[in-house]
């Protein structure tokens, strides 16, 4: 069983002002806690990170015992289910929780290097924690690398990011910055889209090998003061009746029309 400090400790990371003290946020449940052990001390594994301590019950341990057996200096401990329930989010947990240690994101305003080839995803002002773990996942499933974020997008560590990232937070790197500077030192050097009500229509719009991609955010779109270093605005066309697009969908639909061209 956890103690009850553990539980405490553990719960209390659900905060993001915790999260923020202890350098820590959660991991739970048994699809995510697999793709962990998996990623774990691979080329895919975001260097910012490191597995602090594992609570896991028998079960989940008997089915992962080669993957736990690998990770030689990971420190776990069996847990029965009801104290993992207790310490997490989960209404049902039969595998387990995990303390993952990070790096604060950065807030700098020096240089953000972004990758020499691919697409690059920029998100301002996110608020969803569900569209935001949504669209970690799809820059995985689409090999996208790194997604900067405005310092008002909600926490990638919220449990709720986490749980919907599947196990993608794990290997894509997330950096919070002033998006005003950062996208100005890339401007006339790589193309900057965005997504908006009035722009190109994304399906006839040639996009380039390498770019940003600007999100904006669910109520209000792109801040209007990025817009001035947008170079392609982009819009996709509706056929039907609908008000809008959620944002998780509208940037897997943006990507997928970037990659058809790469």
């Known amino acids: ?33 697999e793709e962990l052990l998996a990623t774990a001390n691979t080329e895919d594994w975001v260097g910012t990170y490191q597995i602090d301590k594992l609570w896991i019950t028998e079960q989940f341990a008997s089915k992962n015992k080669r993957q736990l057996d690998a990770l030689s200096t990971l420190a776990w ?48 002002d996110l608020k969803d924690p569900g ?25 990638c560590f919220n449990p709720k990011v986490v749980a919907a990232s599947m196990g993608s937070l794990f290997r894509v790197q997330i950096q919070y910055c002033d998006l005003s500077n950062f996208l100005a030192q890339y401007k006339n ?7 908006v009500l009035k722009g190109q229509n994304v399906h006839h719009t040639p996009m380039a090998a390498q770019g940003l991609l600007l999100i904006g955010s669910e109520s209000h779109g792109v801040n209007p003061d990025l817009l001035p270093l947008v170079d392609v605005p982009l819009t996709i ?26």
Not at 82 to 90: D, E
Request: net charge positive; with cysteine.
């Open 1 to 33: 069983m956890l103690s009850k400090n553990q539980i405490k400790k553990i719960r209390g990371l659900q905060l993001k002002k915790n999260r923020q003290a202890e350098g820590l946020f959660l991991v739970e449940g048994a699809k995510i806690l």
């Open 77 to 124: 401990e069996l847990a029965d289910e009801q104290s993992l329930i207790q310490a997490g989010t989960l209404q049902s947990n039969n595998a387990g929780i995990a303390t993952i240690r990070f790096l604060k994101p950065s807030l700098s305003k020096s240089t953000q290097l972004i990758e020499k080839e691919g697409l690059t995803l920029v998100l301002d």
């Open 131 to 155: 569209n935001l773990g949504t669209i970690i996942r799809l820059a995985d499933w689409y090999g996208i690398k790194q997604l900067f974020c405005s310092p008002e997008t909600v926490d």
């Open 189 to 195: 050097k790589i193309p900057i889209y965005a997504a």
């Open 237 to 262: 066309p509706r056929f039907g009746k609908a008000e809008s697009l959620n944002a998780a969908i509208a940037t897997a639909i943006l990507i997928d029309n970037w990659r058809k061209g790469v």
